[in-house]
């Protein structure tokens, strides 16, 4: 993840982590890359779910998904935890602030 944050990817790093499912999902991979059946097994949660979670993990650069082909030849897609470090308080907020993409204000 990049050093600076815009203010609109704070927002969607912070909506990303504030889900308990996508936060086990990052505990489990600080431990060890898996596959998405694996990871869906492992939650009891079912694979098209767990594919959203996934989408708005990755969608916020926190994980990283490739496919790969096992020795059989079934395609699998494998998703890795990327580095990322977050330090949240009010001078980061007051740097993004300005960047901050605000639609349909109402005032």
Same mark, same amino acid.
């Given at each position: 993840?990049? $050093?600076?944050?815009?203010? $609109?990817?704070?927002? #969607?790093?912070?909506?990303?982590?504030?889900?308990?499912? /996508?936060?086990? #999902?990052?505990?489990?991979?600080?431990?060890?890359?898996?596959?998405?059946?694996? +990871? =869906? /097994?492992?939650?009891?949660?079912?694979?098209?779910?767990?594919?959203?979670? +996934?989408?708005? +993990?990755?969608?916020a650069q926190l994980i990283k998904g490739h496919h790969?082909?096992?020795?059989?030849?079934?395609?699998?897609?494998?998703?890795e935890l990327s580095s990322f470090s977050i330090t949240?308080?009010?001078?980061?907020? =007051?740097?993004?602030? $300005?960047?901050?993409?605000?639609?349909? /204000?109402?005032?």
């Amino acid at each position: 993840m990049k $050093d600076i944050l815009s203010g $609109d990817q704070l927002l #969607i790093t912070l909506e990303a982590l504030s889900n308990p499912f /996508r936060l086990k #999902i990052i505990a489990i991979l600080h431990q060890e890359r898996q596959y998405v059946s694996q +990871l =869906a /097994r492992e939650l009891g949660i079912s694979r098209p779910l767990l594919y959203l979670h +996934l989408q708005k +993990l990755e969608n916020a650069q926190l994980i990283k998904g490739h496919h790969e082909i096992s020795k059989n030849g079934k395609a699998m897609k494998f998703y890795e935890l990327s580095s990322f470090s977050i330090t949240l308080d009010e001078h980061l907020i =007051a740097n993004v602030a $300005d960047s901050l993409t605000i639609k349909n /204000r109402k005032e």
